[in-house]
Nanobody
Framework: QVQLMESGGGSVQAGGSLRLSCSAS????????MAWFRQAPGKEREGVAF????????YYADSVKARFTISQDNAKNTLYLQMNSLKPEDTAMYYC????????????????????WGQGTQVTVSS
């Protein structure tokens, strides 16, 4: 059974940083796409960062570009999201997602579906 488990969420003041981790039960190299999504209360789920097969490409939503960095450590089967210059509007539940389809580029991943999801970790940014 595939499992994804997020950690690293918490409360931080605006301008601060957090690093989220997603531990995968399968090697991250085996996934075609991995991503971080977020959902704030009353809002639709938003894909914020995507990484393609083997970590060869990345793609970011405009709302987080230049502030967030997605990466993966294949040896540790772990996906990361480094979040810098956090803003109150970044407050949300953050979810890790993965898929094993035919798409290999991060840009393509952003348009595709994800079969596997974690339970989420809460990020709260205060002003």
């Amino acid at each position: 059974q595939v499992q994804l488990m997020e950690s690293g969420g918490g409360s931080v003041q605006a301008g601060g940083s957090l690093r989220l981790s997603c531990s995968a039960s399968r090697t991250t190299y085996s996934w075609s796409c991995m991503a971080w999504f977020r959902q704030a209360p009353g809002k639709e789920r938003e894909g914020v960062a995507f990484i393609g097969t083997g970590g060869a490409s990345t793609y970011y939503a405009d709302s987080v570009k230049a502030r967030f960095t997605i990466s993966q450590d294949n040896a540790k089967n772990t996906l990361y999201l480094q979040m810098n210059s956090l803003k109150p509007e970044d407050t949300a539940m953050y979810y890790c997602a993965a898929d094993r389809g035919l798409i290999s580029s991060a840009y393509g991943c952003a348009s595709g579906g994800f079969a596997y999801w974690g339970q989420g970790t809460q990020v709260t940014v205060s002003s």
